[in-house]
């Protein structure tokens, strides 16, 4: 009887999930389909079923009952991915200790943080949001879907890599503006042997876990052995060490990134990505051979000294030189014109125009290990789409539709008709108001 | 008979060296580009003539003399240097290094600042603005209310001397903010921002007492001279009409006070700003005030402008009959100026107006354009070739002329790459 009851809870279930988490369907009609990894379709189809995309063709017919949207004259690419933002959140430094791995972005969320429909207004589907530059170490980042008017546990990004947020440098160093008590560290010598000290101090708290968990086992075990303590900080640098969440380091200059690449050797943890990374060109070399991205500001520089040496050829040069680039908003505002930005690696670097749309799509997505299912229109992808009257690498381009997982999320169209029914409304609700003051 | 075949050739040599001098840096001839002169048709594989740091002649089929130094410009398009209207190029070198910031001063009352007189002429990010097509910049200060006088320079020049092409241009004034609703909450009791508004028309008022009893006194040896005063000295100029008023200005309900304020003082007036002036676009024709944008990279100051309210901007007020230019409001970034107008563009402004908000509008409300913002016979030679539209992201810019001379185009940027291209 228990057994039915559990295999029908079981039935039940299976067939409420996917009902649960899937999209819309949706047909895009006769876009130039730039899909990134499989090339230009000059006017092709895309079919989205329930949040996934099923079809990318020519002549594709709609199935029942399956909302179709007219691209025909406009550009239809990969959602944009926002690699490092610090939006849809209610703080972002947990500034009163220097380490502090255990806080954690997911317990911040705001899904209503308007920054998020201007992300979309802007063709951005995806974000990496994270924790801020104040700590050596840092708290825990979280991949979210610019799901706009939806609970913010709607937008989590299951299939994203764990990440963990350091910082180097000048922030750290509390160098650019005043605190009225001096913390540890102050010099950049302060900054590594803070982290060297905490993930040592984090082997040791598994060493003793590790200990007790081999002698409880070996039954022998003396009944009034105690477990160690709990630690939830060391918990979390331990899930460094284990490889279940990667480094994300925010870092300037090309020495200090050097010494962290060389700290993750020694204390044998992951880095997936170097944010900002203004000197990467200088050692673009090693950043190659070492496999680690870099997450970084096209041209934005010169705004603090370890940004003064922050060239614009620096993503174009550093992706000819096998390193995988992408560009990051790291603001509310910037977010909105990414692809603006990615169009600059043309001009200085002479990225072809496919290289340069990489930087905002599939390239941000292998770093935040979400290229399975976004990053590039491909089959079995989720349908995460923007829509641009002109080429998106134009400078007088717009963003038209911002769709994730089928659903219409951002529609100029609709905000147009909206706005100025509005308008209509105004005079109205004013004569209103008079009659009131009356 | 020796000294005649002594003298002649003599002569010659001296004959072909001033014309070979002239040849070198003073004539030169840039043929068969697409000429964009913003006044006028464009010219599909035109010539320009430049002498001596002029436009001599441009057209199909000029005449080019022989000793012109001549630029192959087939396949280029010839565009007048872009303008911005309102940076701190020279100004300001890192943001966050008080050391490097010269714009900003201290005290609410600074009408004696002059923003040329601390300009450096060796910051990174002017070669870097130039190389990207512009050639001349506002330089303006910044502050709390009566902020200094701003000067336009040419991008180029060993000293800031060499550097000003007019200052000052205008006098910089942050218009007081009147009281805005957040939700239910007022920002600050509404007399207290009127009350700022009425001290600065009390300043404007004793500034005409004080340059009247000035020239009284100068008339009538029976009325005492006034005592020298710094805070009014230095806006004679304004309130006798001669020198404008920068006016910075944000939002709706200020625009229409500050419109109110410069018809009740009877000043000349350029507003900065205005993020709002599409709510207000027919009041600002009606007032004949020019409008400078502030960066298109800010956010709508509210919410309910909608996300384009600031791209649709330069749209509206252009259709209302509004003279609009674009500013980069930065240093750093100043070289992005091209794009702010083409942001404008993409949100309804036409691309011709979007491109004279950077060149012939800018020189207009700035009492330049005598001298450049367009290729005119006789103005500046002030030219930019560039391999596409130069509101473009993608375009290259091949050649920059200032003063009819070319600029080396390397920066911090090319330098640095160059460098660490040589790393193996």
């Known amino acids: 009887m228990k057994k039915n009851i559990m295999s029908l809870i079981i039935w039940i279930s299976l067939l409420v999930i996917p009902v649960l988490i899937s999209g819309q369907n949706l047909l895009i009609k006769n876009g130039t389909v730039l899909t990134v990894t499989k090339g230009t379709i000059p006017k092709g189809d895309i079919l989205i079923l329930d949040g996934i995309i099923k079809r990318i063709g020519e002549n594709l017919e709609a199935p029942e009952g399956v909302r179709v949207v007219d691209a025909s004259g406009r550009y239809v690419i990969p959602g944009i991915i926002d690699s490092h933002t610090h939006i849809a959140i209610t703080a972002v430094n947990e500034g009163s200790e220097a380490v502090t791995p255990e806080v954690r972005i997911r317990d911040v969320l705001n899904a209503e943080d308007t920054a998020i429909y201007t992300a979309l207004s802007g063709g951005v589907t995806m974000i990496h949001t994270m924790h801020g530059s104040g700590n050596p170490i840092g708290g825990q980042n979280i991949v979210l879907k610019m799901k706009w008017g939806r609970p913010a546990e709607e937008m989590i990004v299951p299939e994203a890599f764990r990440t963990l947020k350091f910082a180097l440098g000048e922030n750290v160093k509390q160098a650019n503006f005043y605190t009225p008590v001096l913390r540890y560290p102050q010099s950049r010598m302060g900054v590594n042997a803070i982290i060297r000290r905490e993930l040592l101090k984090a082997k040791n708290y598994m060493e003793q876990w590790d200990r007790y968990l081999k002698v409880k086992k070996s039954k022998k075990s003396a009944k009034i052995l105690l477990p160690p303590r709990k630690n939830l900080r060391m918990e979390a640098l331990a899930d460094v060490l284990r490889g279940k969440m990667m480094a994300r380091c925010h870092s300037y200059r090309a020495d200090e990134t050097l010494e962290f690449i060389n700290l993750s050797k020694e204390l044998g943890f992951k880095i997936a990505c170097f944010e900002h990374a203004s000197e990467a060109f200088k050692i673009a070399k090693e950043l190659s051979a070492e496999r680690i991205g870099i997450s970084i500001f096209l041209d934005n520089w010169a705004y603090k000294i370890e940004a003064y040496e922050g060239i614009a050829y620096n993503a174009a040069y550093c992706t000819k030189k096998g390193v995988l680039v992408s560009i990051n908003s790291d603001s509310s505002e910037r977010i909105r014109r990414l692809f603006n930005d990615a169009a600059k690696a043309m001009k200085y670097g002479g990225l072809s125009e496919e290289e340069a749309l990489k930087l905002i799509t599939i390239n941000p997505a292998i770093q935040l290990g979400v290229e399975r299912i976004a990053g590039s229109l491909e089959v079995n992808k989720h349908g995460d789409i923007a829509i641009f009257n002109e080429h998106p690498l134009s400078a007088y381009t717009r963003c038209e539709m911002t769709i994730i997982e089928g659903e219409v999320y951002f529609d100029r169209a609709q905000y147009l008709k909206e706005r100025e029914e509005m308008t209509k409304k105004k005079p109205n609700e004013e004569k209103k108001k008079k009659g009131e003051e009356i | ?424």
């Open chain 2, 1 to 424: 008979m020796i000294k005649k075949t002594i003298i002649f050739p003599a002569l010659l040599i001296m004959v072909f060296f001033c014309i070979s001098q002239e040849t070198a840096s003073d004539l030169i001839a840039i043929k068969g580009a697409t000429i964009i002169p913003v006044a006028g048709e464009d010219i599909p594989e035109g010539d320009i003539l430049i002498r001596q740091g002029l436009i001599e002649d441009l057209g199909k089929d000029i005449n080019i003399p022989l000793n012109a130094r001549v630029i192959a410009a087939k396949g280029l398009y010839a565009y007048p240097g872009m303008i911005d209207s309102l940076c701190y190029l020279g100004l300001s070198e890192i943001m966050v290094l008080r050391s490097t910031v010269d714009h900003r001063e201290t005290g609410r009352i600074n009408p004696q600042l002059k923003t040329v007189e601390a300009l450096r002429p060796d910051s990174v990010h002017i070669p870097i603005a130039r190389a990207n097509g512009i050639t001349a910049a506002l330089v303006a200060p910044s502050g709390s209310l009566i902020t200094g006088q701003s000067g336009l320079i040419r991008l180029v020049g060993w000293t800031p001397e060499e550097m000003v092409i007019k200052s000052p241009v205008a006098m910089h004034i942050e218009f007081p903010s009147l009281p805005r609703r957040f939700g239910e909450r007022e920002t600050e009791p509404c007399e207290e921002s009127s009350k700022r508004v009425e001290e600065l028309k009390k300043i404007l008022n004793d500034a005409r007492y004080y340059a009247k009893r000035k020239e009284v006194a100068r008339k009538n040896l029976l009325f005492p001279f006034p005592e020298f005063d710094e805070g009014l000295e230095f806006l004679i100029p304004v309130v006798k009409g001669e020198l404008p008023a920068m006016i910075s200005v944000h939002m709706e309900k200020d625009i229409k006070a500050a419109i109110k304020f410069v018809e009740e003082e009877k000043i000349k007036a350029i507003f900065f700003g205005v993020e709002q002036g599409w709510r207000v676009a027919e009041d600002l024709k009606k007032a004949g005030i020019p409008v400078i944008l502030s960066s298109l990279n800010n956010m709508p100051p509210e919410w309910e402008d909608g996300y384009d309210g600031i791209y649709r901007n330069a749209a509206v007020l252009h259709k209302a009959g509004v003279k609009f230019a674009f500013s980069s409001q930065s240093s750093s970034m100043a070289k992005d100026l091209p794009y702010h107008a083409a942001k404008a563009a993409a949100f309804g402004l036409e691309r011709k107006e979007a491109l004279k908000g950077v060149t012939i509008n800018p020189a207009e409300m700035l009492g330049v354009n005598h001298l450049m913002g367009s290729l005119e016979r006789g103005k500046i030679a002030n030219i930019v070739l560039a391999d596409g539209d130069i509101l473009e992201l993608r375009t290259n810019i091949k050649h920059v002329f200032i003063d009819g001379k070319e600029m080396d185009l390397s920066t911090k940027f090319t330098r640095l790459l160059e460098k660490f291209k040589k790393r193996n």
